[in-house]
Each structure stands twice: as C-alpha cells, then as structure tokens.
C-alpha cells in the first residue's frame, strides 16, 4: 500500500530539523514520491538541507530557541506548506512531548512515538523507577525528586565515587559528568545543573554508580500502531568521549546469541510497557569487567531509552538491509510493521565514525571555517554498496558556532568485523577533506589501535588509551622536506605578489629579495621548523640546482634539500611545486609524484604548513625568516576565547589569588560547556567579560598576571626603594 492511500495518509513531510539527518529523510521520503518542506535558521538559509528540499521555509534567527526550538513556527511552517507529517530527526523538537502535543492539536502527523511515551521516557529517573517495577535490572543510583545539594552529596556518598551525574531530562551527554570524589561533586553539579538548564530546561539531577568497565550496547527497537513490535538487533557505541559516540558498530562484539536474544526481547518489552510506536532504542550498560571474568550472560542495565531515530542507525540499516527512516513513515501513515521478529537478519558488521569539525589535540574544542574540499569518492564509486557517507554540507559551506558541529558520518559495511575495520581505514584516508579542522586524523588512530580492532572495548577506551591516540606525531624527513617545498613556492609567490602592484611590473632592488637570490650563484635558502606543541625544531638548507651553469626559472627549480634534525643530515633531491588549483599541488622528491593537499594557517608561533595526502595530515610550523610578526613574543598575561561562544560562569572574583589548574571562565559553544582554566599560579586581575556575552575565538575574557611576575614585579619595588 503507497503512504497516500494508507490510513493516514501522506503526500508531504516537513522536517524539523537540519544537517544530514535532514538530508538523510528527505532521501528516503523523496524515494517514496513524498514531497519534502525544510526549515531552516538565517544561519543555514544556504545550508544543503535547504538546496536538497523541495520547498524550505525561514524559522528565524540562527538562535535555536528562536528557531528550530520553536514550536509555533515549526507547527505554521508546516501549516503554512500543507505538509501532512512532521518529522523530527534527532535532538532539538525530536523528544519534546509539548511539541508532539502541537502537532496533535494542528492535526499534523508525528513521525515519531506518542506523547505519552515521550514523557514516560523522558524524565530519567522516573523512567528507572518504571523499569524497576517491570523487573529490567538498574545500576546502583539515586533517582528521588529531592534535590538539595547536601542530599545529593549524601547519596553520592552512599553510593560510592566514582559515581555519574546525569540530568534527569537529559540526554547526548549534556548535563552528565564522572565525578570521582567528594572534593570536585559541587563544582561538578554546578556545571550539570547549568548544563540541563540550557538544554532542556531542567536542572534536576540524578545519582549512578559509575561502572569502570562498562559497554555501551544498544537494541533498536521498532513497534507498530496495531500493537506489534520487533528489535533489529543491536550496536555497540562504547568508543566515547565526553559521553558522546565517537564510534558506534552492529552487531556488538563477542555478544553470545542468547544474550543477544535476551537484551532484544527485554527492550521490546520496555517499549510496549509505554505504549510505544515508532523508532526507538533502549539503551544498557553491559559490565565488561564482568563479561571478561563469567563468559556468556554477563549482566547488563537498563540506562535509557532514546524515543527518537538514533545517529547511529545506519549501521543498523546497513546489517539488517532495512530503511529505517521508510519504516518510520509506514508506521506513522498507520500501517503494520515491515517484517515480523523472524523475518528479520543479520548480515555481516557495519561501523560507523562520527566526522566531527573539532580539535582532539586541543581538548575537542569545536572549529569554524570555510570547508574548501569535502568529498569521499569512495561513496560513489563502490558499486557493492560498502561505503555510505550521510553528511549535510558540502565543498564551499561555512561550518558556524550555532549549531553541533558533527559533519557528516562515515559508514562501511564487511562480511565480518574485520573486513569492516579495513574499508574504515580505507575509507578514512580517501576522505578529502580541507578548510577546517576535524577529528578525521583522531578517527584513523582510533581504528587502527589494537585493543579497538581486538574488540577489548568499554566506555573509557579513549581515557585509558589517552597517551596512544593523543601521541603528538614526529614530522619524518620527508614530512620535513615537503613542507620546505611548501614554503619555497609560498616565498616564490610572495615575491612575485610583491613585484606586481596595481597590475604594473615593479623592479626591486635584488638585495631586498627574499625568495632566497644571490648573485651569480644559485638560490639558497635556510628555512626554519618546529613541531607545533614547540618539542622538536628542524633546519632545511635548500639549494637550486643548476642547469648547464644557469639557475632555472622558479617554476621549473629543482632544489637539493638538506634536512637537519638531531644533529643528523639527510639529503633530498625535489622537484619546484607544481600547482593544480588554490589549494592542491603536484609535489616529486627523490623521484616520487604525489598528488597533495596544502594550506597555511597563521599561527602565533608562525605558519602552519598542512599537508594531507592519502589521507594522512603533517602538520609544522614554519619560523619564516622574512616575515617579523613570527618572532617569539613575551607571553601576554591574558585568557582568550579558545572558540566563537556564549559565556555562561565567571568562577573567581577579580582580585583572587588562583593556583594553576583552578577554573576560572566557563565559554558555551555548539551545545556544550568548555571551562578555561590558569594556566599558571597567579591571580586574576580583571574580567573582559560577563555572564552572558557572546565572544569571538581569540577575545579577550580577563587579565591575568602569573606568580613569577608578580615575584618579580616585587622584587624591582623593593630594589628601587
């Protein structure tokens, strides 16, 4: 039966939402002749979910409170598009039984399960208690509605540290935080509360004891209006960091069948204790340290149940070879469930990697920027369906401060786990991506970290494994010589920008050049490096080979490269950068033509060479002798906004006297709460800013002076005196 002649019938659907899961449902519902309305925030009026739509109507300002999270615009656009269904996608209106309510009221269909089940799901604690009286095992924890902080600190105690603060209203890793003793719970329940507050609108918390091996596996689960329900098996999302997935796989790892068997019809049966209709996945913790010491029937806890179609669920599509977000529509138009429980199968492993615009080595601080190359050839050209990039942006989009900053997911599928783990990385590599910066190169070590291809996984695997995957990379001769040749056709072009102004030929006076130009004599040139944590400097001599007695033209140099690090030596022979666009160039050393990508990115210390090829990074920073802003500067007794934000607690008092380490600003961006710290001891002279400001990435937020200075500054006025 089509879905316009179902007994809810559908002809249109807004989605109320953005980003590739926007993309994602507009694919399928345009599939299934649907026609798609998308909404979109001024910041997105030129975002690809908007380009892919049919129709797409304006909410509002980029603010997401004044425009995906309003309800009454979302109901009038769909109103105003005569658009029969509304769905969510995930996050924002997604789980909000107010909304589902509106949608009701409008006589507008829900993609999604009714209110009901959203409320009796939403509230954490209240959720626990109910599957506590349905017999579903709970972790040790605090689920009351008091909420004062000497209780909450009580029960903490009476639990046992390490314990999980959890907002009750919460969900994706906001408001939740490890708290290991008693000394860090109030600053800890402080920043969750804020947390929760923000986005959701509640502050109440509740108490858990933290396992400290525990896997975090998943059953989708999917019910029917008629009152029939099925599981599609389940994923392990157990790679995290800061309680969100990084890596998500299906099935999960070493899971027995009969266990797999009971964890399915255990979360079906917690969806239909609600009523539940729809997508859904209920969510457990299964206890490692136990799976390793007992085998099969390792126990496991009830944590969650996210009422919504989850990120993760391409790996289950793809193991399964079912469209959820199609299964979504059948059964919101009123029909009966696609496939019965024993229809259903388990076909090979899938693996999905969250491709995220942030910095791992910079604590996963969220980036901006223009993305100059987007694309994975790959996607297209595997005609065995192996590879499936879901991304909302695209070459030339601006990646901005508003919203979660994951831009795309990245999912292979194998016959087995292993044969997945290798297009992962085969496909990680191809990934041609520039412009901003991301966690590709964090993904490409997590894959290939032996403890993640053995399956030795749980919820701390990226904090137990911290020094491999954080491990700053040593720039190899090679890596070195490349970035000379970088440098060398930058200082090239510098020096023909400057010879040219205003259209017009200029001649300068050759001993001003600084490309490296001597007189009767080859160009040469000293070019300085140093790894960007400042670990490790380099030196190369470069030296333009001479053809018959005559120095080539610049473009078609060719240089002898001496790379000096550790008191060692080592020759290059290189061929002048050849350019093929803006930002890609042809690059030979010792014989060797490699196609690459290149960029500089200013830096305090100098220029940041990137160069990504195969996709592996090197990155360097290039001490430019002809440029004097690269100069070392004394350090400025100041805290800067390390990313675009909101400023949501200010932690000290000016004045206050602070050791190294001691938090003293908290900057909200894209979701989530980034505290700044001292950075040594010293004392904080003024704030810059105020609670609530919103700060550009480098503003000033306070004036502060260090220890040693202070020290100093004492001993000058005494010595004065």
């Known amino acids: 039966?089509?879905?316009?002649?179902?007994?809810?019938?559908?002809?249109?659907?807004?989605?109320?939402?953005?980003?590739?899961?926007?993309?994602?449902?507009?694919?399928?519902?345009?599939?299934?002749?649907?026609?798609?309305?998308?909404?979109?925030?001024?910041?997105?009026?030129?975002?690809?979910?908007?380009?892919?739509?049919?129709?797409?109507?304006?909410?509002?300002?980029?603010?997401?409170?004044?425009?995906?999270?309003?309800?009454?615009?979302?109901?009038?656009?769909?109103?105003?598009?005569?658009?029969?269904?509304?769905?969510?996608?995930?996050?924002?209106?997604?789980?909000?039984?107010?909304?589902?309510?509106?949608?009701?009221?409008?006589?507008?269909?829900?993609?999604?399960?009714?209110?009901?089940?959203?409320?009796?799901?939403?509230?954490?604690?209240?959720?626990?208690?109910?599957?506590?009286?349905?017999?579903?095992?709970?972790?040790?924890?605090?689920?009351?509605?008091?909420?004062?902080?000497?209780?909450?600190?009580?029960?903490?105690?009476?639990?046992?540290?390490?314990?999980?603060?959890?907002?009750?209203?919460?969900?994706?890793?906001?408001?939740?935080?490890?708290?290991?003793?008693?000394?860090?719970?109030?600053?800890?329940?402080?920043?969750?509360?804020?947390?929760?507050?923000?986005?959701?609108?509640?502050?109440?918390?509740?108490?858990?004891?933290?396992?400290?091996?525990?896997?975090?596996?998943?059953?989708?689960?999917?019910?029917?209006?008629l009152g029939a329900g099925v599981y599609l098996f389940e994923r392990d999302c157990s790679v995290q960091r800061r309680h969100q997935k990084v890596l998500e796989e299906a099935p999960a790892p070493h899971l027995p069948e009969a266990l797999r068997r009971e964890m399915g019809e255990a979360a079906v049966r917690a969806a239909q204790e609600i009523g539940y209709v729809g997508a859904g996945t209920v969510e457990f913790l299964l206890d490692a340290a136990a799976e390793t010491a007992q085998g099969s029937g390792s126990p496991f806890y009830f944590m969650e149940m996210n009422t919504r179609l989850q990120v993760e669920h391409p790996v289950?599509?793809?193991?399964?070879?079912?469209?959820?977000?199609?299964?979504?529509?059948?059964?919101?138009?009123?029909?009966?469930?696609?496939?019965?429980?024993?229809?259903?199968?388990?076909t090979g492993h899938a693996i999905e990697a969250r491709l995220y615009a942030e910095d791992p080595d910079n604590d996963f601080l969220p980036a901006t920027g223009k993305l100059l190359r987007f694309a994975l050839p790959l996607a297209s050209a595997d005609s065995h369906g192996r590879v499936r990039l879901d991304s909302g942006v695209e070459a030339g989009d601006t990646v901005t401060m508003h919203y979660d900053p994951m831009l795309a997911k990245l999912i292979v599928h194998g016959e087995d786990r292993g044969q997945a783990l290798a297009e992962m990385a085969r496909a990680l590599a191809a990934l041609d991506i520039s412009g901003v910066t991301t966690n590709r190169r964090f993904?490409?070590?997590?894959?290939?970290?032996?403890?993640?291809?053995?399956?030795?996984?749980?919820?701390?695997?990226?904090?137990?494994?911290?020094?491999?995957?954080?491990?700053?990379?040593?720039?190899?001769?090679?890596?070195?010589?490349?970035?000379?040749?970088?440098?060398?056709?930058?200082?090239?072009?510098?020096?023909?920008?400057?010879?040219?102004?205003?259209?017009?030929?200029?001649?300068?006076?050759?001993?001003?050049?600084?490309?490296?130009?001597?007189?009767?004599?080859?160009?040469?040139?000293?070019?300085?490096?140093?790894?960007?944590?400042?670990?490790?400097?380099?030196?190369?001599?470069?030296?333009?080979?001479?053809?018959?007695?005559?120095?080539?033209?610049?473009?078609?140099a060719t240089w002898q490269l001496q790379v000096q690090r550790d008191g060692e030596e080592t020759s290059r022979l290189a061929e002048q950068c050849q350019r093929l666009d803006s930002d890609t160039l042809a690059l030979t050393l010792d014989g060797h033509r490699q196609r690459l990508f290149a960029r500089l990115d200013p830096t305090s210390e100098g220029d940041a060479i990137v160069l990504t090829a195969a996709g592996q990074e090197s990155r360097l920073i290039w001490r430019r002798a002809d440029r004097a802003d690269h100069l070392p500067q004394e350090a400025e007794a100041k805290l800067t906004a390390p990313m675009h934000g909101t400023v949501v607690a200010l932690l000290v008092e000016p004045g206050q006297t602070v050791e190294k380490g001691t938090p003293l600003v908290v900057v909200e961006a894209m979701k989530m709460e980034h505290t700044l710290s001292a950075p040594a001891d010293g004392a904080v002279e003024a704030f810059h800013v105020a609670v609530g400001d919103a700060v550009a990435q480098g503003d000033e937020l306070l004036a502060f002076t260090n220890a040693e200075a202070m020290t100093n500054a004492g001993a000058d006025t005494s010595g004065d005196n």
């Open 1 to 225: 039966m089509s879905l316009a002649t179902a007994p809810r019938p559908l002809r249109a659907v807004l989605i109320a939402n953005r980003g590739e899961i926007a993309c994602r449902v507009i694919r399928t519902a345009r599939r299934l002749g649907l026609r798609t309305i998308a909404v979109y925030s001024d910041a997105d009026a030129r975002a690809r979910h908007v380009r892919e739509a049919d129709e797409a109507i304006r909410l509002g300002p980029p603010a997401a409170g004044e425009s995906y999270l309003a309800i009454d615009k979302v109901i009038q656009a769909a109103q105003r598009s005569g658009a029969d269904a509304i769905h969510p996608g995930y996050g924002f209106l997604s789980e909000n039984a107010e909304f589902v309510a509106a949608c009701d009221a409008a006589e507008i269909i829900f993609i999604g399960p009714p209110a009901s089940a959203i409320a009796a799901m939403g509230d954490k604690a209240a959720a626990k208690a109910r599957m506590a009286q349905a017999g579903v095992p709970l972790v040790p924890g605090y689920h009351g509605e008091a909420q004062d902080d000497a209780l909450l600190r009580k029960e903490a105690g009476k639990i046992g540290y390490p314990v999980l603060l959890k907002a009750s209203a919460g969900g994706g890793g906001k408001g939740m935080r490890v708290v290991e003793s008693e000394r860090e719970f109030q600053a800890a329940l402080d920043g969750c509360r804020r947390e929760s507050r923000a986005a959701f609108g509640d502050e109440r918390m509740l108490i858990e004891k933290y396992l400290t091996q525990p896997r975090h596996v998943e059953v989708q689960v999917f019910c029917d209006s």
């Open 316 to 346: 289950t599509e793809m193991i399964s070879g079912e469209d959820l977000v199609e299964w979504q529509l059948r059964v919101a138009a009123g029909l009966a469930l696609p496939k019965a429980q024993n229809e259903l199968t388990l």
């Open 443 to 556: 993904l490409q070590r997590l894959v290939t970290h032996p403890d993640f291809i053995a399956a030795r996984l749980d919820t701390r695997f990226i904090e137990h494994h911290h020094d491999d995957l954080f491990a700053a990379p040593q720039a190899t001769d090679a890596d070195i010589a490349r970035a000379a040749l970088v440098a060398i056709d930058q200082l090239t072009r510098d020096q023909l920008a400057r010879s040219h102004i205003d259209g017009a030929p200029r001649t300068d006076d050759p001993w001003q050049r600084r490309d490296g130009w001597r007189l009767n004599a080859p160009r040469r040139l000293r070019l300085a490096f140093q790894e960007t944590d400042g670990s490790s400097t380099y030196e190369v001599i470069a030296t333009q080979a001479l053809t018959q007695g005559l120095a080539q033209e610049p473009a078609q």
